[in-house]
């Protein structure tokens, strides 16, 4: 197929050349017709200078029979189709071939040997005939009037010449001026394409190694065929080629480590290094629906620590955090390696054992119940002893599904605490209601009661901002604890608030909390300073009625609205795309804003950002955890806040526990950080009247 350019290039030098060539062409053709028209008129004017003076002495003399024979001769010469004689008088007196020329031509006077008429076909001369008076010389010329004697005139010659000969000749010379003009062109095309292809063949190929290049083919080359300048392009394509591929080559290999990373710190527990509850509810539901089908059965233990709480309050969180590092260890190291150990949360962990009887999970129950009552950690000056509670579950076909695992897990594990903690229970199916109700009912009791006497204690943790820009908000956190009505608040939890459906009364009671204190701050005078951050549980995002609430009681905040940002988890999000997009949408029409929680935790995390439309992102702890020491994690916290200042989304890293990685997610260019070295949680009403209303 010929390239734009190779046409381009053709037309350009080809169009000039046979512009040239026609010019020529016509130029030397009409010049050759001129020169063969100018020939034969040249040619009559000497015949008839030659018989004039031939033609003398038979006029003079009367001698009519020569001057017959000289005018059938000269009859005889090619072009020649007829030859006359006349007397002074104009008489014919010889005449040969067929005359065209009428009597008023023969009669004329003389004008000297020059052309007196011509016709279709034919072209008439004259000259006149002259007696010598000297008797001497054979051409006649033409008479001088200056002469002192001027010759006599005694007659005309007239020769009429066929043009039909001139035409045959002229067509001649046009058509060999045109098979030349033919000829020229094509060797000039010849040479023409041959240049245009040795020109553009090199061109051509480095734009189709351009155009796969662009098609993501890093691989392609050019042939390095040519000399001077295209070579030196081609040359350079080369090298560049290889550049791009080798930082592409690069670049796939980091972002596929990064993906691999980001895969396995959303599998696994970013402090033990084991596998977190996402994962292991994953390969739980997988040996569910083998023992379901008729499969192998296996056995589920859970196990939460005795007295770890003592350690925390004692040595502080990272003393805390080194006993659950090192205890990961020791119970891994007396597991099989099929099977499955999670950090499931806090002090809480969970064995998935394939293929394990019942009396065979006991007995690696008890093992391991044995290992962490002999296990000494040792921190600084102080030795601390720790036990462990473990419930035994056997996954069998009876088993309904996850949760009901999960449940049943919860109740022995429960059954062993109160029976004295260290030991190991079994759950057995009809103990079921019993102990796992007795629990539930101490749970509901309790969040039932605290909603009733409005028995929450509310605190308040406030965000910094890292860049360097002015402030325009104060951002804070609402949370909440239970109170026990003994002055010791407890952690709010809410994922028994959702096994008992009471997660969406603490939403709005949160809800109705945070709309009071954006009203104490707009009567303050303080409107538009702060920005209050709501963590929504994750269950009741799932029901249509509690979302239809939620906007409910943000519309009717009216102007406070603005002030609040309600918190989603991404998991959710996830989970109910087309839900969370319409709630994403009705909440920011009434002027509130919206936040994705525990963001960069999965692989399909960045799908999210143009649908959801989000104001804020808060980066899951996972990677923020890591972000000092680890370049990965740094590397995808960097990515994440550059995709997010792409969709104009400011950035929160939550858990920022330590200031070297305050001082590395500043660095990274992330928008605000919340955690511990930040600041601490503290009771709302002193945070609010103490830090905000006096201060902002």
């Not at 020529?24 to 100018?38: C, H, Q």
């Not at 035409?167 to 046009?174: D, M, T």
């Not at 916290?637 to 929160?652: K, M, N, Q």
């Amino acid at each position: 197929m010929m390239s734009s350019l190779y046409r381009r290039l053709l037309l350009m030098t080809l169009l000039p050349a046979c512009f040239l060539s026609l010019v020529l062409a016509l130029y030397f053709s009409f010049a050759g017709l001129r020169a063969l028209e100018e020939e034969l008129l040249q040619r009559g004017e000497d015949i008839v200078r030659y018989m004039a003076p031939t033609s003398e002495y038979g006029v003079v003399s009367g001698n009519w029979l020569s001057l017959q024979g000289m005018v059938q001769g000269a009859v005889q010469q090619p072009d020649v189709r007829a030859a006359a004689v006349v007397n002074r008088d104009g008489r014919v007196v010889a005449v040969s071939g067929r005359v065209n020329l009428g009597a008023e031509y023969l009669k004329a006077p003389p004008k000297g040997v020059s052309q007196v008429a011509s016709g279709e076909g034919w072209i008439a001369f004259a000259a006149p005939i002259y007696r010598s008076q000297a008797g001497s010389g054979v051409f006649i010329e033409e008479p001088v009037q200056s002469s002192p004697e001027q010759p006599v005139l005694v007659g005309q010659v007239f020769v009429e010449l066929d043009k039909s000969g001139l035409a045959e000749r002229q067509r001649e010379l046009l058509f060999r001026g045109l098979g030349i003009l033919i000829l020229a062109l094509a060797v000039t095309a010849y040479f023409v394409a041959r240049l245009a292809h040795t020109l553009v063949l090199p061109v051509t190929r480095l734009v189709d190694a351009v155009r796969a290049m662009a098609a993501g083919n890093f691989q392609v080359r050019v042939e390095e065929s040519s000399r001077d300048e295209l070579g030196e392009l081609e040359q350079g394509f080369n090298r560049m080629a290889e550049y791009i591929s080798d930082v592409h080559r690069s670049l796939q290999e980091r972002i596929d480590e990064a993906t691999a990373l980001l895969a396995y710190q959303a599998r696994h527990d970013a402090l033990t290094g084991l596998v977190n509850r996402r994962e292991f509810e994953t390969r739980l539901e997988a040996a569910i629906r083998v023992a379901q089908g008729g499969g192998e059965h296996s056995a589920v233990l859970f196990i939460d620590l005795d007295r770890f709480k003592r350690v925390n309050d004692s040595s502080g969180h990272i003393a805390g955090d080194e006993l659950l590092r090192q205890l990961s260890r020791q119970l891994q190291s007396r597991l099989r390696q099929g099977d499955t150990l999670a950090r499931l949360g806090g002090d809480e962990f969970g064995v998935l054992l394939p293929g394990c009887s019942k009396d065979n999970a006991l007995r690696q129950a008890e093992a391991l119940c044995g290992l962490v009552a002999g296990f000494h950690f040792s921190w600084q000056d102080k030795v601390f002893t720790v036990g462990a509670s473990i419930g035994v579950v056997a996954v069998d076909a009876e088993s309904q599904s996850v949760s009901q695992v999960l449940s049943a897990g919860d109740a022995a594990c429960y059954a062993a605490k109160a029976g004295g903690r260290s030991r190991v229970e079994v759950h057995e199916r009809q103990m079921r209601e019993a102990a796992l109700g007795a629990r539930r009912d101490q749970w509901r009791e309790r969040m039932e009661m605290a909603l009733a006497d409005n028995l929450f204690a509310y605190q308040a943790q406030p965000l910094r901002l890292l860049g360097s820009g002015v402030r325009q908000q104060q951002l804070f956190e609402l949370t909440a604890l239970v109170d026990d009505r003994q002055g010791k608040p407890l952690p709010l939890p809410m994922e028994a608030a959702e096994r008992h459906e009471l997660a969406q009364e603490i939403d709005l009671r949160l809800l109705q909390q945070a709309g009071d204190c954006l009203q104490r701050v707009e009567m303050a005078g303080k409107v538009g300073e702060l920005l209050c951050l709501l963590r929504i549980s994750n269950a009741a995002l799932g029901d249509s009625g509690h979302r239809q609430r939620l906007v409910a009681a943000v519309t009717a905040l009216g102007r406070g609205a603005a002030a609040l940002c309600l918190m989603l988890n991404e998991e959710t999000a996830i989970q109910y795309p087309a839900e969370m997009q319409q709630l994403c949408e009705r909440l920011h029409g009434s002027g509130c804003r919206v936040g994705l929680d525990g963001f960069g935790g999965w692989i399909g995390s960045l799908s999210h950002l143009s649908v959801l439309a989000p104001d804020f992102i808060r980066i899951t702890p996972v990677l923020i955890r890591d972000v000092g020491e680890n370049r990965s994690s740094a590397a995808l916290v960097r990515a994440l806040r550059e995709i997010a200042d792409d969709h104009g989304i400011s950035t929160i890293a939550a858990g920022v526990d330590d200031l070297p990685a305050l001082q590395r997610l500043k660095e990274l260019g992330i928008t605000y950080a919340q955690g511990r070295v930040v600041a601490p949680q503290e009771p709302l009403e002193c945070w609010l009247e103490g830090a905000v209303l006096r201060h902002l």
